[in-house]
């Protein structure tokens, strides 16, 4: 066992552990404070991966933005909290057996194809992944479209909360 | 060296963590809390699959930033309906909002 292993199932342990805090907390607050620390487990992850833009975006962005965004949607909607009643719909049992039927279902189709135990290859020497993916998002010959197509449904949708939220009297 | 099957199963396991939470929770900003969880198992899978394919290519990880741009779109119009909700109907609990059904 390389110490890289031992690292990656120390943080998959994390993280799969805050997940499953995630979706048994009773007091919702915690649950989104479990959140921030199951997203600070995927940011390892793709660490590990040498993905190191997609890390600090998924720490500015996800941790920064979107958790805190989830803790004011529970402290604005506090007095309905209702710690006492029960978190769960009365049918948990089935939900509980249908994300274990898609869990198993998922990992034997995985390990029945053939690229499953595939090992990393090194990168190409001088590789700059930051500047390829940089050059990759503008460049016309590769995601220029999908980039704006994004930031223009980022902004419509910013535009449509605004006026959901807005109390009009 | 840590072989792809890891992070697969990894992603695997988040993702039906997340679909838990989406079926059996009452409180929908928890339902979208099951979502955020099914997003970023997607996302591990997109990264893992630049990772352990072409580093060349970076369709992988523009994928990835734009799920975060469509996970951020998301995560705002779905809070906001929710604040919504609660201001007409004063309870974010799922199963109290059947206004829509006959």
């Known amino acids: 066992m390389t110490g890289e292993q031992i690292i990656f199932l120390i943080t998959a342990g994390f993280t799969l552990g805050s997940g499953l805090m995630v979706v048994t907390a009773r007091n919702l607050v915690h649950a989104a404070l479990w959140l921030v620390s199951a997203l600070f487990g995927v940011a390892v992850t793709y660490a590990l991966l040498n993905a190191n833009f997609i890390a600090v975006v998924q720490i500015v962005v996800y941790i920064g933005a979107i958790a805190i965004l989830f803790i004011f949607a529970v402290m604005l909607t506090r007095r309905d909290m209702r710690e006492s009643g029960p978190q769960m719909n009365k049918n948990w049992w089935s939900g509980a057996i249908l994300a274990a039927l898609v869990f198993a279902g998922l990992a034997f189709l995985l390990q029945g194809w053939g690229g499953f135990s595939k090992t990393a290859s090194a990168f190409p020497s001088g590789f700059d992944a930051v500047g390829e993916l940089g050059e990759a998002l503008v460049s016309p010959d590769a995601f220029v479209l999908p980039f704006e197509v994004a930031s223009v449904l980022l902004l419509a949708a910013l535009v449509g909360a605004v006026y959901l939220a807005f109390n009009k009297k | ?102």
């Open chain 2, 1 to 102: 060296m840590i072989p792809l099957s890891w992070y697969l199963i990894l992603a695997a396991a988040l993702f039906s963590i997340g679909l838990f939470g989406v079926l059996v929770r009452r409180n929908a900003i928890a339902i979208l809390l099951g979502v955020e969880l099914m997003l970023n198992a997607v996302n591990i899978n997109l990264v893992s699959f630049w990772r352990y394919g072409d580093v060349t290519a970076m369709a992988g990880q523009v994928f990835a930033i734009i799920v975060f741009a469509v996970a951020a779109a998301e995560v705002a119009v779905g809070l906001a309906l929710v604040i919504s909700v609660y201001r007409r109907r004063n309870t974010v609990i799922a199963d109290e909002l059947d206004m829509m059904k006959w």
